[in-house]
T-cell receptor, first 111, second 115 residues
Framework: GNSVTQMEGPVTLSEEAFLTINCTYT??????LFWYVQYPGEGLQLLLK?????DKGSNKGFEATYRKETTSFHLEKGSVQVSDSAVYFC??????????FGTGTRLKVLA | GAGVSQSPSNKVTEKGKDVELRCDPI?????LYWYRQSLGQGLEFLIY????????KSGLPSDRFSAERTGGSVSTLTIQRTQQEDSAVYLC?????????????FGPGTRLTVL
């Protein structure tokens, strides 16, 4: 069945460090891929998405490229800020409304 | 308009009691979803409503769980005879049309604690 695997956290970085959160998936067909972010005390919100191979989603300095050959959708940011501290979820939708979520990766950025 | 809202934000109950969780989706969104987020786990799909179609209940973990959506808007998730393993954050989301590429907008969740 479809599944999403993302790196376990927590990830602790200093401000302005480079961030990578790995996400790989297993799916039939051609899924759409998403990154959601959950800030403390808030609901999940869409960070970025990509709907076909080689697409790059980007938002707020974050980027992720849909790599079909490696079945990956790694999240990157060149310079993190304290305000990026949150839990990040990778998710896929394989052509239906059902999202499959990863277990989430907690990011803590220190000033 | 306003985002997805859920109530209550926190609910503490005793084992064996029934609870009702409410979700108000974004106005105009035809699709509504319920998920469960347990500690250290990803989000687990529970149920999906789309317009007037029969809901997809395939994610409900047992027959103690049920949900309804009245008038195509507000939804209520009911858990009967709660158990300690039901303790989790219950998240509601809505989307405009329910397609695979549709963005789902999440509410803040209801944290349920079963003592």
């Amino acid at each position: 069945g479809n599944s999403v695997t993302q790196m376990e956290g927590p990830v602790t970085l200093s401000e302005e460090a480079f961030l990578t959160i790995n996400c790989t998936y297993t799916a039939t067909g051609y899924p759409s891929l998403f990154w959601y972010v959950q800030y403390p005390g808030e609901g999940l919100q869409l960070l970025l998405k990509a709907t076909k191979a080689d697409d790059k989603g980007s938002n707020k300095g974050f980027e992720a490229t849909y790599r079909k050959e490696t079945t990956s959708f790694h999240l990157e940011k060149g310079s993190v800020q304290v305000s990026d501290s949150a839990v990040y979820f990778c998710a896929l939708s394989s052509g239906t409304y059902k999202y499959i979520f990863g277990t989430g990766t907690r990011l803590k950025v220190l000033a | 308009g306003a985002g997805v809202s859920q109530s209550p934000s926190n609910k503490v109950t005793e084992k064996g009691k029934d609870v009702e969780l409410r979700c108000d989706p974004i106005s105009g969104h035809t699709a509504l979803y319920w998920y469960r987020q347990s500690l250290g786990q990803g989000l687990e799909f529970l149920i999906y409503f789309q317009g007037n179609s029969a809901p997809d209940k395939s994610g409900l973990p047992s027959d103690r769980f049920s949900a309804e959506r009245t008038g195509g808007s507000v939804s209520t998730l009911t858990i009967q005879r709660t158990q300690q393993e039901d303790s989790a954050v219950y998240l509601c989301a809505s989307s405009l049309a329910g397609g695979g590429t549709d963005t789902q907008y999440f509410g803040p969740g209801t944290r349920l604690t079963v003592l």
